[in-house]
């Protein structure tokens, strides 16, 4: 069965430990099934060459600091697959690696979606040599893995502006809803030039993109797009006036 394509708002670690956010996870991951494995990429694994995870046991990595220890003290131990990371390895050359594991964009959301911790999972990493339009390329490079049982993944935000987040919460910033309504109704045309141009998607677009590592694991869920394909999105809100939870559901 095909697989579809999930983008997941992740926002802070927190969510881990549960809350309305993760209970949305939960509910998807009931919808879903299980898949053979899930190639997820991270705003949390930036490379200077591409790389994906080969361990059979890949490591829970707690890349954070200031959170209470109930966090640090978490654990997933989902397994990975040598044999999907080789496949993934030969559709985009990437290096197999041990030296990461799955880090806090993988975890923290899979851990709702899959509590079993029983699908396999590996992680690509985000090549810091490419421009935004080298990522999405590099996602349709991944589309076939829809039809072999795997799920893409990516997990970020569409806006992520930790120096203007308000840590009592509050509305969004003007600036923010219009970029993350501008993200979802550029989705929803299929519009993959304006989700690669997105400096031009909409007015202050760099105050919702400061730096783009948490926005261009979105390019690798748009370009799984197939004919056919729906989409849907879900945690569609802004926490703190400027990190977006908008998750995207794609076929």
Do not use: C
């Not at 994906?52 to 109930?70: S, Y």
């Not at 979606?113 to 421009?131: F, G, K, T």
């Not at 589309?143 to 072999?148: F, H, I, P």
């Not at 997990?155 to 970029?179: C, I, M, Q």
């Amino acid at each position: 069965m095909r697989q579809p394509a999930i983008f997941f708002g992740h926002g802070s670690p927190m969510n881990a430990l549960g809350g309305p956010h993760a209970e949305t996870w939960r509910v998807l991951g009931q919808t879903l099934g299980k898949p053979g494995g899930v190639v997820m990429i991270s705003a949390h694994w930036e490379t200077a060459e591409l790389a994906v995870t080969a361990q059979a046991k890949p490591e829970t990595i707690h890349d954070f600091g200031g959170f209470p220890e109930e966090l640090h003290a978490m654990q997933y131990p989902a397994p990975g697959s040598p044999e999907l990371a080789a496949r993934v390895s030969d559709l985009t050359g990437a290096t197999p690696s041990t030296g990461w594991g799955l880090d806090h964009g993988t975890w923290s959301v899979l851990a709702h979606v899959w509590p079993e911790a029983d699908v396999p999972v590996v992680q690509l990493s985000l090549d810091r040599r490419l421009d935004a339009h080298g990522h999405f390329d590099l996602g349709r490079k991944l589309s076939v893995l829809r039809d072999e049982g795997i799920l893409v993944a990516g997990s970020g935000d569409f806006v992520h502006n930790l120096r203007t987040w308000k840590r009592a919460g509050g509305e969004a910033y003007p600036w923010a809803s219009n970029f993350n309504n501008a993200v979802k109704t550029a989705l929803l045309r299929g519009d993959d030039a304006a989700l690669i141009d997105w400096v031009g998607l909409a007015e202050d677009a760099q105050l919702s993109v400061p730096t783009d590592e948490h926005y261009l694991p979105l390019l690798y869920v748009a370009a799984q797009r197939l004919p056919g394909d729906d989409i849907g999105f879900f945690n569609d809100v802004i926490e703190g006036g400027s990190i977006s939870m908008t998750g995207v559901r794609i076929g």
